[in-house]
Protein backbone atom coordinates (compact mmCIF):
# COMPACT_ATOMS: atom_id res chain seq x y z
CA UNK A 1 0.00 0.00 0.00
CA UNK A 2 1.26 3.16 -0.85
CA UNK A 3 2.12 6.12 1.68
CA UNK A 4 3.89 9.40 1.19
CA UNK A 5 4.87 11.95 3.59
CA UNK A 6 6.14 15.68 2.19
CA UNK A 7 7.46 18.28 4.57
CA UNK A 8 7.62 21.81 2.77
CA UNK A 9 9.08 24.87 4.30
CA UNK A 10 6.62 27.81 4.97
CA UNK A 11 2.79 27.87 4.42
CA UNK A 12 0.75 29.07 1.44
CA UNK A 13 -0.39 32.40 2.12
CA UNK A 14 -3.96 33.20 2.69
CA UNK A 15 -6.82 34.24 0.05
CA UNK A 16 -7.61 36.86 1.83
CA UNK A 17 -4.09 38.32 2.06
CA UNK A 18 -3.85 37.57 -1.48
CA UNK A 19 -7.58 38.76 -2.83
CA UNK A 20 -6.88 42.24 -3.61
CA UNK A 21 -3.75 42.16 -5.37
CA UNK A 22 -3.80 41.53 -9.66
CA UNK A 23 -4.64 38.21 -10.93
CA UNK A 24 -1.25 37.35 -12.12
CA UNK A 25 -0.26 37.93 -8.56
CA UNK A 26 -2.81 34.70 -7.14
CA UNK A 27 -2.18 32.59 -10.18
CA UNK A 28 1.87 32.85 -9.37
CA UNK A 29 1.74 32.22 -5.79
CA UNK A 30 -0.64 28.84 -6.98
CA UNK A 31 1.91 27.78 -9.65
CA UNK A 32 4.75 28.28 -7.46
CA UNK A 33 3.22 26.03 -4.87
CA UNK A 34 2.31 23.51 -7.11
CA UNK A 35 5.56 23.48 -8.41
CA UNK A 36 7.29 23.23 -4.91
CA UNK A 37 4.53 19.89 -4.05
CA UNK A 38 5.50 18.21 -7.53
CA UNK A 39 9.78 19.13 -6.60
CA UNK A 40 9.26 17.50 -3.32
CA UNK A 41 7.52 14.65 -4.33
CA UNK A 42 10.40 13.70 -6.53
CA UNK A 43 10.73 10.08 -7.44
CA UNK A 44 8.53 8.90 -4.90
CA UNK A 45 5.37 8.86 -7.14
CA UNK A 46 3.06 5.81 -7.19
CA UNK A 47 3.57 4.08 -10.74
CA UNK A 48 0.01 4.68 -12.12
CA UNK A 49 -2.09 7.94 -10.05
CA UNK A 50 -4.02 6.55 -7.18
CA UNK A 51 -7.52 6.35 -8.13
CA UNK A 52 -8.52 6.57 -4.24
CA UNK A 53 -6.52 8.30 -1.87
CA UNK A 54 -6.80 9.73 1.74
CA UNK A 55 -5.34 13.21 1.70
CA UNK A 56 -3.99 15.19 4.95
CA UNK A 57 -2.65 18.45 5.04
CA UNK A 58 -0.96 19.55 8.26
CA UNK A 59 -0.48 23.40 8.06
CA UNK A 60 1.66 25.56 11.30
CA UNK A 61 1.20 29.27 10.88
CA UNK A 62 2.29 31.65 13.20
CA UNK A 63 -1.18 32.39 14.21
CA UNK A 64 -4.51 31.18 13.76
CA UNK A 65 -6.73 31.42 10.91
CA UNK A 66 -10.41 31.05 9.53
CA UNK A 67 -10.95 27.49 8.74
CA UNK A 68 -12.25 28.53 5.04
CA UNK A 69 -9.53 30.79 4.33
CA UNK A 70 -7.37 27.58 5.59
CA UNK A 71 -9.04 25.31 3.22
CA UNK A 72 -8.55 27.66 0.17
CA UNK A 73 -5.21 27.90 0.73
CA UNK A 74 -4.28 24.62 0.33
CA UNK A 75 -6.10 24.31 -3.11
CA UNK A 76 -2.70 24.80 -4.84
CA UNK A 77 -0.81 21.86 -2.70
CA UNK A 78 -3.65 19.45 -3.49
CA UNK A 79 -3.48 20.42 -7.33
CA UNK A 80 0.40 19.81 -7.43
CA UNK A 81 -0.43 16.31 -6.93
CA UNK A 82 -2.27 15.66 -9.36
CA UNK A 83 -0.97 15.20 -13.06
CA UNK A 84 0.60 17.58 -15.28
CA UNK A 85 -1.68 19.99 -17.17
CA UNK A 86 -1.15 21.24 -20.56
CA UNK A 87 -2.99 23.93 -22.39
CA UNK A 88 -2.45 26.22 -25.45
CA UNK A 89 -4.68 29.38 -26.29
CA UNK A 90 -3.75 30.29 -30.09
CA UNK A 91 -0.10 29.23 -30.71
CA UNK A 92 1.15 29.69 -26.52
CA UNK A 93 1.13 26.50 -25.13
CA UNK A 94 1.17 26.70 -20.89
CA UNK A 95 1.75 24.43 -18.54
CA UNK A 96 1.04 23.60 -14.90
CA UNK A 97 4.06 21.16 -12.94
CA UNK A 98 2.23 17.72 -11.42
CA UNK A 99 3.00 15.16 -9.16
CA UNK A 100 0.66 12.50 -10.36
CA UNK A 101 0.47 10.81 -7.22
CA UNK A 102 -3.72 11.35 -7.69
CA UNK A 103 -5.56 11.12 -10.25
CA UNK A 104 -7.98 13.72 -9.57
CA UNK A 105 -9.07 16.23 -6.20
CA UNK A 106 -12.58 15.19 -7.41
CA UNK A 107 -14.85 14.03 -4.30
CA UNK A 108 -15.11 10.48 -5.33
CA UNK A 109 -11.41 10.09 -5.72
CA UNK A 110 -10.41 11.32 -1.99
CA UNK A 111 -12.05 9.33 1.21
CA UNK A 112 -14.25 11.30 2.92
CA UNK A 113 -14.79 13.35 -0.03
CA UNK A 114 -12.24 15.90 0.80
CA UNK A 115 -9.04 16.52 1.94
CA UNK A 116 -8.74 16.80 5.69
CA UNK A 117 -6.54 20.17 6.80
CA UNK A 118 -5.10 20.36 10.11
CA UNK A 119 -3.77 23.60 11.48
CA UNK A 120 -1.34 23.86 14.13
CA UNK A 121 -0.08 27.50 16.05
CA UNK A 122 3.92 27.42 15.49
CA UNK A 123 5.25 27.33 19.23
CA UNK A 124 7.78 30.15 19.87
CA UNK A 125 10.78 30.01 17.74
CA UNK A 126 9.06 27.27 15.52
CA UNK A 127 8.76 28.17 11.56
CA UNK A 128 5.84 27.40 9.42
CA UNK A 129 5.89 24.46 7.51
CA UNK A 130 2.99 22.65 5.29
CA UNK A 131 3.06 18.67 5.96
CA UNK A 132 1.23 16.56 3.06
CA UNK A 133 0.37 12.77 3.59
CA UNK A 134 -1.38 10.65 1.16
CA UNK A 135 -2.19 7.05 1.52
CA UNK A 136 -3.52 4.47 -0.97
CA UNK A 137 -7.02 3.47 -0.04
CA UNK A 138 -8.47 0.09 -1.04
CA UNK A 139 -11.98 0.44 -3.13
CA UNK A 140 -13.86 3.69 -2.94
Known sequence: MYRLVIEIPGAPELPNAIGRRHWTTKSRHAKVWRGLVAAA????????????????????????????????????????????????????RYFDPGASVISNDARENLKGGHAEV????????????????????EGK
Open 41 to 92: VGQRRPPKPLECARVRVDVWRRRACDPDNLVASIKPAIDGLQPPREWSRGRR
Open 118 to 137: VLHVCEKGEQPKTIVTVEEV
